[in-house]
């Protein structure tokens, strides 16, 4: 395989002339798209476009084909059984919405419990609260150990007969961690909802770009991601479901395309997964996501990883030697996926980050949608680094050169 810093060429911003010198540390919150994704949505809308699903002309079938062929990429992305257990949305958010309103609100009821972890993203739960409030349901946090980690003992002590639902995030946006989904995901099964099993969802919107993916074997019920944090566009996001569930589900939206037939008082669904894409798809951005899918599966996920490892182990290692700088998360660097997540005493995370900017590098500064986690950490917000394949080992030295001179900047000492 070639160097993998040789992929760094596809990306026509990282090569602009105009971004000459610019270092993007700002992954996790949105990737970069190489020139075959951009080629791909222009194609759509310059070759195929017409409206999918709809037209009897051959214009219409061929847009078809492009949105169909891409749902297709994204099953095989991920191993799931059967093209219709993929539903396309607009991001990893409008996916676990889907299933709060639609498998949530239908399934849940007063005195259930619905776990997940005190690291979600607030798209991973401020859904779940909605449906608690509405139907008189409890929420349960997973607490993680000092290290970011979930353990047995946690999950199986949270996780009971009360459980009808739960709802977890595979690698954390702030510690950067893979959590043991598949495991957690067992033992929901077993023994959630009574004995029957309690139906789990997966948010992989970190991990996807990462990690390879396999539903089958996670065994998740649901499992969401977003098309722009893996090279994709913006506004496609997918929501894999299994197709007994998704068979049993309401509609989430209603209105054009997910019917099969209206009368003036009730109509009859669409099949799957026509019935949760109501209205015009976004089939030029879903040919996109095939397309960032093909590329990333080029580079390969153990190429990713190990680059992943290398750069956050540079930094780390970097940070060892400056005086007020802060991990958050673990202290080993294969156990942060990329993410760089710290805090420098008597700077306020908001300062890195423009500091940094005026030094060409771009990095993220907040409480990342984490704000629950945030006030465990005891911090109101935090800086953080965020690496993929692109990213080279020269940008990571850079940048701790840079962190190293920022408390000097600010007139500390």
Known sequence: MNNIFSYRNDFPLLNASENKGFIYFDNAATTQRPQCVIDAITEFYTKFNANPLRGLY??????TDVYENARHTVAEFLNARD??????????????????YSYGLQNVQEGDEIVVSCM??????????????????SLVFLECTDDAVITKEEYESKITSKTKFVALVHVSNVFGITNPVKEIT??????????????????????????KIDVKDLDADFFALSGHKLCGPMGIGVLYGKKLLFEQMPPFL??????????????????????FEAGTVNAADAAGLASAIEYITQVGFEAIEKNDNQ??????????????????????????????TFTIDDVHPHDIATILDTEN??????????????????????????????NTEAEAEIFVEKISHIREWMGLK
């Open 83 to 100: 093209d219709g257990e993929i539903v396309f949305t607009r991001n990893t958010t409008e996916s676990i919405n889907l299933v709060a």
């Open 120 to 137: 979600e993203h607030h798209s991973n739960l401020l859904p779940w609260q909605l449906v608690c409030r509405e139907k008189g349901a």
């Open 186 to 211: 067992a033992y929901a099964h077993k023994v959630g909802n009574g004995g029957k099993g309690a139906c789990v969802l997966i948010d992989g919107a970190q991990s996807s770009p990462h990690i």
């Open 361 to 390: 590098i771009a990095i993220r500064a907040g409480h990342h949608c984490a704000q629950p986690l945030m006030q465990k950490l005891g911090v109101g917000s935090t800086a953080r680094a965020s690496m993929y394949f692109y």
């Open 58 to 63: 051959g214009l219409s079938i061929k847009a």
């Open 254 to 275: 209603s209105g054009g395309e997910m019917i099969e037939y209206v009368t003036r008082d009730s109509a009859t669904y669409a099949e799957l997964p026509h019935k």
């Open 311 to 340: 750069l956050v182990s540079l930094v780390m290692e970097g940070f060892k030697n400056i005086p007020h700088v802060h991990v958050i998360g673990s202290k080993n660097p294969e156990n942060h996926s990329g993410i760089v």
